[in-house]
Structure formats: C-alpha cells, structure tokens
C-alpha cells in the first residue's frame, strides 16, 4: 500500500481514468442508456431530412443548397448532445448520490471535468456516427465529405459543449437537483440565436450582434456558406475559437465558483435525488 | 516531542443563514484513538464531520487534520483520509467490484487486485463482488460502503452513523472490525453516531453534542461515574434533557 502526498494542482491520469471506467462501466451496464444515445438524434435527423427533401423538389435555392438542413441536424446535435452528454454524466452522480464520495476523495475538480469531456465525446460518438451513415443512406448526405471543415466545425461545437456544461455542472452542484432541468433545456437558448437553420441576416439588426458573440453561430454560418457557396471560410473558426476560449475560462470559473460556494452552503452532503 | 493530533478542532463555528449549527466548537483527537461523537439530530455531528473532511467550509475557526489545514490544504491529505456516511451512497448500477475498482484507481491505491481481495475476504463479500451494489440488502451495502471506506488504508477514518439500519448482528460484526482495523493499523477514527451502545463499547472518548455546542468530553468510564448512571444511554438522556445542569447536578 502506498500513499503519496499531493498538491492541489497534481494531475494524475489514473484518476481521470477512474472516471472514465466508472462511465463506461455505467453505459455497459444499461442497454436504454446506450439506445438512447442514438434514438433522438436518429429520430431529428430522419424528419429533417424528409422536409429537406421535400423543399428541394419544390424551391430552387434550396435545390442549390442540398444538404444544409442535414447539415444543420447533424451539427446542431454535435452540440447540443456534447452539452448533455457532458450533464448526463455529471447528473448520474447526483442522481446516485455518490457525490460526496467523489469531492471528499483525491479527485481534483478539474480532473472530474476532464473525465466528464472525454465521456460526452465517447457518449456523441456512440450517438451521431451511426446517424451519419444513415443520413448517407436515407438521403445520400455525406457529413464527412465536409473533410477538414467538419473538424474545425467539431473541435469549436464540442468546446462550446463542455463550455455550457461545465457551467451547468456547477449550477446543480450548488443549488441540487432542483436545477437539474438547465441541464436539459439551456441549450435551446442557443439555438435561435446561433442561426442553425437561418442566416444571421434573417435576425433583427439589433439582435445580430448578440448572435455574433456565440462561437457556434460562426460554425453554422460557416458550414452554409460551404455547401451553397462552397467555400470555406478558416477565418469564421478562429473567431469562433477565440470566443471559446473566453467561454470555456468562463465555464471553468463559474464551476469553481459555484463549487466554493456549495462547500460554504454544505450542499455537497446533501444533494441526491 | 508528543505527535501532533490527527485531528484539531479550534473554535470551529457554521451558520447557514440564521441557524448556528456548530458553535464555537474545540476538541483534539489524539492518532491511534477511537473518539465518538454523541448527539441527537440537528446537535451538530455531521455539519463538524463535514468540515473536517473539508465538505464544508466553517464560518469561522480551524480544522487541522493530519497536519494540513482544512479545506484549503486537503489535497495534502485526502489520500490518507476516508469516510463512511448514510448522506452518501455508492453507485448503485455498478457491481461492488467495480465500485471498489473505480475508488480504489481514485485512491490512488497499489496492488489493487489484492487491497480488493483482502478486503472482499475481511469484509466477507466474495459472494456479493459482481452483484450490482444497488440490488444488496441494506446491511451488505454497509458492508460495501465499509469496505470503499477502508480501500486505502486511511490512517484517519470518519464515519457517520455507520451501523444506522443494520440488524443487531450485523451491527455487532461492523463494530468488531471497525475496532480491529483501528488497532491493526493504528488508525484514527472518528465515530458519530447516536447509537449509546456502540460508542460505549468502541470508544476510549466520547465528545456530547448538542444544539452545536460541546456539551460533556470525557472517557466513557468518567462520564458515567459524573452522571451517577450506568450506562451512557442514561448519560446521553441527562445531557438531552439538562444540558450542563444534569453534569453539575451529578457533580
């Protein structure tokens, strides 16, 4: 038996892994958890592409953007399903009431963090591959064809994810289960207001600039102006990366924010379902 | 040079909102005892529990544990540490190996296949290892919830109410390895609980609680010989209904 002393900053990859293996135990363990990862992004993607393939035989500028309401479903779900892949994992901990479990052990917070990111990215995978094969099959819309563009288009969708979630996480770790529900509906906060189906231009002039402050609002705006005008715009992604940048300092300081203040609130004894 | 105290407590007060839940309370706990810490409900047990382990930060005061003060130095210690408590449940889908896994990896523990083995054999679990922990009778999750909370060895254990809903049996037979481990290993623990006969026989000190406050702090043996009783039930009942005029009453 060996115990080591360690600083409030040592990161330890075996930690993380606990996490992980704790998740993954969890998913296996439960086959309505692993259908449910692909079942709603199956079921969007499906209606969204039959309204696509109507309008296509029935407008011409929608003939010449053949894809982009696909598109838009299969992006939208990169993130809105790393967000709540992100929560999911977070909330079972609190569902299960082993939090307490986690905070008096040697797990760092931002190693939870970490854990819970690479899992949201396991639980989105598990969830949107098989349902990008199937709007292939279904409606001959290929998303990787995006090639490069869709791993800028990931890399930004999946930051803004965690951004939000770790915000939410700290949210439910202060004020319990009561709060649970931003889990699942702060997401759609973004969605008018990030453009997933329309142009920024479509918005008032005064509410443009209030779009343009969301770094998923670049990556729509980019992935439409690939497939109608075909051409990818590497500018849209730094902005977009920059922005989540400032969104994921902000995330991270709002959880060890709200963390502090659940320790002096002892809401970390009493959280649970 | 005496060692220091595994545990020091100096005028540690919480208040949530208007309710001062632990009020300016100071005790030192000695490594190698076993303390109780006796009160009712709402005395102020679990809030002093919680901000030893660093759950909770006091309003006011200081907690030392092991040398590293608490919550800002609990990284120091968290790995020497462990706990046991009704407020805190393990994950119920997973099987008791895996949750002993998944503790023992955030442990940091070496050898984990055979820390996990000789707890399973010690704790008598080896029929229960790949039972979902969640599909266990109310006195094998205890013994699961024991068995995580001695995964690494800790040299401080605190444990809340840790035989609350057992069986007298089983009870007795947690209460018989408790004090086992604690002279094996010349370990710390920390027992709260309002469960008279189980401090009276586990521990060397028993710290009375009540509406925040310390009450009584003295050995089993003195606390009854003050009181005039025969038990610490008596005792407790004294205090609960008293406070300091039963003790100087007695006295």
């Keep these: 038996m060996t115990t080591r002393i360690e600083s409030a900053f040592a990161f330890s990859p075996r930690r993380v892994a606990a996490m992980m293996l704790r998740y993954w135990y969890l998913l296996r363990s439960s086959w309505p958890r692993l259908v449910e990862l692909v079942y709603w992004p199956m079921v969007q993607m499906i209606t969204w592409g039959f309204l696509q393939f109507y309008v296509v035989q029935n407008a011409g500028f929608f003939a010449r953007a053949a894809g982009t309401l696909i598109g838009a479903v299969l992006l939208w779900d990169i993130l809105f399903r790393g967000q709540l892949g992100f929560s999911i994992s977070f909330l079972e901990e609190m569902w299960s009431r082993n939090i307490g479990n986690l905070m008096m052990s040697p797990l760092r917070p931002f190693e939870f963090i970490i854990a819970l990111m690479v899992m949201s990215m396991v639980r989105l995978l598990i969830g949107v591959i098989p349902v990008t094969l199937l709007a292939f099959l279904f409606f001959g819309f290929n998303l990787y064809g995006l090639g490069l563009a869709l791993v800028a288009f990931f890399i930004n969708l999946m930051l803004t994810s965690w951004a939000v979630g770790i915000f939410v996480s700290g949210l439910v770790l202060r004020n319990g289960l009561g709060a649970e529900n931003f889990a699942w509906s702060i997401m759609f906060l973004f969605m008018p207001l990030t453009c997933v189906y329309y142009p920024v231009t479509t918005l008032p002039v005064w509410l443009q600039p209030l779009a343009w402050l969301l770094p998923p609002t670049y990556v729509f705006e980019g992935m439409r102006a690939l497939l109608i005008e075909h051409t990818f715009h590497p500018n849209l992604m730094i902005d977009a990366l920059g922005l989540n940048v400032l969104f994921f300092a902000g995330g991270s300081f709002g959880f060890l924010k709200l963390l502090q203040s659940a320790r002096r609130h002892g809401s970390l004894m009493q959280t649970g379902e | ?251």
């Design chain 2, 1 to 251: 040079m005496p060692a220091s105290p595994a545990i020091d407590v100096e005028r540690l007060v919480k208040i949530y909102k208007n309710v001062r839940a632990v009020d300016a309370v100071s005790f030192s706990i000695a490594r190698g005892s076993i303390t109780g810490l006796l009160g009712g409900n709402g005395a102020g047990k679990t809030t002093t529990i919680a901000m030893i382990m660093g759950l909770t930060t006091p309003t006011s005061g200081r907690v030392t544990v092991l040398g590293a003060e608490m919550p800002r130095q609990r990284y120091r210690v968290l790995q020497r540490m462990n706990f046991e408590s009704p407020y805190v449940e393990m994950p119920m889908r997973l099987t008791v190996r895996q949750n002993l896994t998944v503790f023992g990896m955030l442990y940091g523990v070496a050898d984990l296949a055979d820390r996990i083995a000789e707890l399973v054999g010690a704790l008598d679990l080896t029929d229960l290892l790949d039972r979902p922990t969640g599909k266990l009778s109310a006195g094998q999750k205890t013994r699961v919830s024991l068995a995580k909370s001695l995964i690494n060895a800790p040299d401080l254990l605190l444990l809340d109410e840790p035989t609350a809903s057992l069986d007298p049996d089983t009870a007795d037979w947690v209460r018989g390895h408790l004090d086992r481990y604690r002279r094996d290993r010349h370990a710390t623990v920390l027992l709260a609980s309002h469960n008279m006969a189980e401090v009276e026989r586990l521990c060397e000190r028993v710290i009375i609680m009540k509406r925040g406050r310390i009450e009584d702090d003295d050995t089993p043996a003195r606390l009854l010989a003050r009181y005039g009783r025969r038990t610490l039930e008596e005792v407790f009942l004294d205090v609960a209904r008293g406070g300091g005029e039963a003790r100087e009453a007695a006295q």
